[in-house]
């Protein structure tokens, strides 16, 4: 019989025989060494020798030290199916996993990563294959792979709150030195209809002239903003903007 395999994130390939995985160890005079990957957790010195030629038989085999963990070894196959069905359809990242999850058996899913890991993988796959990354359905969808968070080595995506109301900020360093040296800033969004321009007029606030009469509210969210922008030059870039985005209030 074929040897099976599944491939793994830190080597290339995993060996799976009875609910147990091998690890390439080393090649003999006519023959593959595996050993077990739990050598270390359960110091499980099973190994086995398969043939070198294309029928890749297994020569010989010796007992594990501890039970097979076959949910383990079929999430790692789910996730290789995963993996394989981001390249070859066009479904979306949410598609692929429901989809995933409804074909996997119970005692399997509680072994899956979590949605969010299976979506960064998702994700990764398909940049790393230049698939630029699909619309998300939502702002919770967003996926952002490590290449949109980056920009010439340095950090581009300066800030992603990660939460209900999720916000996200992109700058370079250089961008914000230069918009400190200006006293008037534009503000640009989309926002709800009842909302009345006043409440986006943060041009005025910066450059320190009196704004339009504001809720209390929006007041004290103004002046915490206008105490960030101040302390520019003493506060890191992301605790700049982190300060900026809590208190904007639409
Ligand atoms: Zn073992």
């Given amino acids: 019989m074929p040897l099976k395999f599944v491939k793994s994130q830190k ?8 609910g147990y995985l091998h690890i390439y160890y080393k090649k003999g005079s006519d ?26 038989t297994i020569m010989k085999e010796s007992v594990h030290y501890h039970a097979p963990d076959i949910s383990n070894v079929q999430a790692k196959i789910v996730i290789e199916k995963l993996k394989e069905n981001a390249l070859i359809t066009e479904l979306s990242t949410r598609n692929i996993i ?16 979590s949605i969010t890991s299976m979506s960064s993988t998702i994700q990764r796959v398909r940049t790393k294959n230049e698939k630029p990354p699909e619309n998300p359905l939502t702002i ?7 290449e949109y968070k980056n920009i010439h080595g340095n950090n581009f995506l300066m800030y992603d709150n990660k939460k209900e109301n999720r916000i996200l900020m992109f700058a370079t360093k250089e961008n914000l030195d ?29 450059s320190g002239e009196p704004s339009p009469k504001k809720k209390k ?3 004290n969210h103004d002046e915490m ?26």
């Fill in 31 to 56: 023959k593959f060494i595996w050993r077990c990957v739990d050598y270390q957790k359960y110091k499980c010195s099973s190994c086995f020798t398969s043939t070198m030629d294309e029928t890749g």
């Fill in 140 to 146: 919770h969808d967003l996926v952002l792979p490590d």
């Fill in 11 to 18: 080597v290339k390939q995993l060996l799976i025989n009875n």
């Fill in 178 to 206: 230069t918009l400190h040296t200006f006293k008037n800033w534009m503000a640009d969004g989309t926002f709800r209809a009842e909302q009345t321009l006043q409440e986006v007029r943060l041009e005025k606030l910066i």
């Fill in 98 to 113: 429901s989809r995933t999850m409804s074909t996997t058996e119970v005692g399997v899913v509680g072994q899956l990563p």
């Fill in 217 to 219: 509210k929006y007041k």
């Fill in 225 to 250: 903003i206008l105490n960030v922008v101040q302390k520019f030059n003493e506060t890191p870039a992301v605790l700049y903007l982190r300060g900026i985005a809590q208190n904007i209030k639409f």
